[in-house]
């Protein structure tokens, strides 16, 4: 617990104007769920505490504003036409940057130059700040599997350039990287998949987000990790299959970093209590973030997959199902007939982008 206690210069707006910088500072500064911000005053300290301008000033500053909308009882499909080239579309550009071999990562032993793909919206202007999703491919796959290049891009850049255009998602930037390692075969090896999704968050937090984030304008103050956490709110990882396993894992290590996750089809990495844990541990309460989940009934990864959500919400004193960020922290959405394929993962991620940073 923090305990502030100033001392007051009167009793009238001048320390009302104090108390309030005060609390400025130390929401800005410490790490302080907001959500529980309390106020307590003995004699005339009381008489402060109790006044309802300040109070109520005070409670609003710390109540958390949602930033994403609702999320429908059933997922949305891919509007017709958003498969095909849309009239304003956004351009994607390859961003070499350097990292080090992943199972000697600790050691800095062997330097590696790395290659992740950026997409950035129609109009893009420097001058604004974007919200940044970091979407991981899955097995057998590379950084232009999802979204492809500029002179063959994928049907899910079209999906989202439509998407944009109608004013259904919010322009944002989508930085597209791979966990494959010292080979592009490496993630056509399930087991060694497995690992390299379990460590590739050192890579993800201390070189590829400075990287990219000192590059191109989203909410980011400054690229070292105080500033990335400072801007958590407006970053997500999402992605399917394998790249769900590297959203679970992105989650376990990386909550100070990220507020949104959208893992489809591939997971969890642990039952409840292990999940319980890495909240309680991060020092994060429930309201710190949302995991938006969904797979497919011909999915063969739908059974094991539902069934650890579910678990995960069921009876749980960290994670609540709810439909909005009001509500829960975890939601889970199924697809009749879907299978593990393409069609199925841009579904998914067109649905959570619709979700996220889509405030009403």
Not at 125 to 154: A, C, F, V
Not at 268 to 276: C, D, L, S, V
Request: charged residues 20%.
């Amino acid at each position: 617990m923090i305990v502030v206690a100033p001392q007051l210069s009167d009793w009238g707006e001048t320390s009302a104007n104090q108390t309030i910088a005060l609390v400025e500072y130390f929401l800005k500064n410490y790490n302080i769920d907001p959500a529980r911000v309390y106020a307590n005053g003995y004699s005339d300290g009381g008489l402060f505490a109790s006044d309802e301008k300040i109070m109520g000033w005070l409670f609003s500053q710390t109540k958390r504003t949602a930033l994403s909308g609702t999320i429908p009882e059933e997922l949305e499909y891919v509007p017709e036409g958003y498969q095909q080239p849309a009239r304003l579309s956004g351009t994607l550009e390859k961003l070499e940057y350097q990292t080090w071999e992943s199972f000697s990562y600790a050691e800095k032993s062997q330097k590696l130059t790395k290659t992740a793909w950026v997409y950035l919206p129609y109009g893009y202007d420097e001058s604004k700040q974007y919200n940044i999703l970091y979407l991981s491919h899955g097995g057998w796959s590379n950084e232009t599997t999802t979204m492809g290049t500029p002179e063959r891009p994928h049907e899910f850049k079209h999906i989202v350039d439509h998407a944009i255009e109608d004013g259904l998602i919010q322009p944002l930037i989508i930085v597209l990287p791979t966990y494959n390692n010292t080979s592009e075969s490496d993630s056509g090896s399930y087991s060694l998949a497995l690992r390299l999704v379990d460590n590739f968050h050192n890579e993800l937090v201390n070189d590829l987000i400075p990287a990219v984030e000192s590059k191109y304008s989203t909410f980011a103050g400054t690229t070292d990790l105080k500033g990335i956490a400072a801007s958590r709110d407006h970053r997500a990882f999402g992605g399917f299959s394998m790249g769900s396993m590297n959203t679970w894992h992105t989650f376990e290590y990386c909550l100070d970093y990220f507020r949104y996750f959208a893992p489809s089809s591939g997971g969890p990495i642990g039952n409840r209590a292990y999940m319980e844990e890495i909240v309680r541990s991060s020092g994060h309460s429930p309201e710190d973030f949302f995991i938006f989940t969904a797979s497919g009934t011909d999915d063969f990864a739908y059974s094991g997959f539902k069934r650890g959500v579910m678990d995960m919400g069921t009876d749980s004193e960290v994670f609540t199902f709810g439909d909005s960020e009001a509500k829960g922290n975890l939601s889970f959405r199924e697809r009749e007939g879907y299978a593990h394929d393409g069609r199925a993962a841009n579904e998914y991620m067109y649905n959570a982008l619709r979700f996220f940073w889509n405030a009403e």
